[in-house]
Structure formats: structure tokens, C-alpha cells
């Protein structure tokens, strides 16, 4: 019983690990933040998205795309930052995509 336990635990630190997010502290009457990348000021509430493909408010940023974790060894991934989206296509021939079994984030 205890091995499940801490299999869950790991299995959850795991998850939370690749959260791709990160969050910030307003302070009290802030009426306005600065993007961290793109040093923007957006309104508190608003939400944006900045050049480093992350989805954000004042209160922090979380990644806007996925990463694929699992598919095929003879696929690579790349990223396409004006998609903000990962690729996964054939090593040897890119015009062929491949299947994603598994991914992280958004």
C-alpha cells in the first residue's frame, strides 16, 4: 500500500513538474503589470500572448502549446514559433507528419 502511495505522489510531482507555468505577485492597487518577455504593460485581468508563445495575465504565464513527449524514433519535433506549436515529422522526409502518442502542457 505504501509502494501505490508514493507511485501517486511521484507520478503527480511528475505532472506538476512539466506545468510549463510560472506564476507572479501583485501587489495591492496594481492597475497595470509588465510582460517579463516582451515588456509590454497589460491591464490587471487582461490576458495576452507574448513572442515566447506563453499564454499570460498579471497573475503569471503559462506555456501556449504542447510538447510532445512520446512518438515514433524515427520522427523528430520542431518547434514553429510563429504556430507556437511543435512539428513531428519523419527524420528522412519532413513533408510526412507522425503520430503523437503522448505530450505536456497547455
Given at each position: 500500500m505504501k509502494f501505490l502511495a508514493l507511485s501517486l505522489m511521484l507520478c503527480a510531482l511528475l505532472s506538476m513538474s512539466n506545468a510549463q507555468c510560472?506564476?507572479?505577485t501583485l501587489k495591492p492597487g496594481t492597475t497595470h503589470c509588465q510582460d517579463d518577455t516582451d515588456m509590454t504593460w497589460h491591464a490587471v485581468g487582461s490576458k495576452w500572448r507574448n513572442s515566447d508563445c506563453m499564454d499570460c495575465s498579471c497573475s503569471g504565464c503559462c506555456?501556449?502549446?504542447?510538447?510532445?513527449?512520446?512518438?515514433?524514433?524515427?520522427?523528430?519535433?520542431?518547434?514553429?514559433?510563429?504556430?507556437?506549436e511543435y512539428k513531428v515529422f519523419k527524420k528522412n522526409d519532413p513533408s510526412v507528419q507522425c503520430m503523437i502518442f503522448g505530450a505536456v502542457g497547455k
Open positions: 510560472y506564476s507572479k506555456a501556449g502549446y504542447s510538447t510532445p513527449r512520446s512518438f515514433p524514433d524515427d520522427c523528430t519535433s520542431v518547434f514553429d514559433p510563429e504556430a507556437c
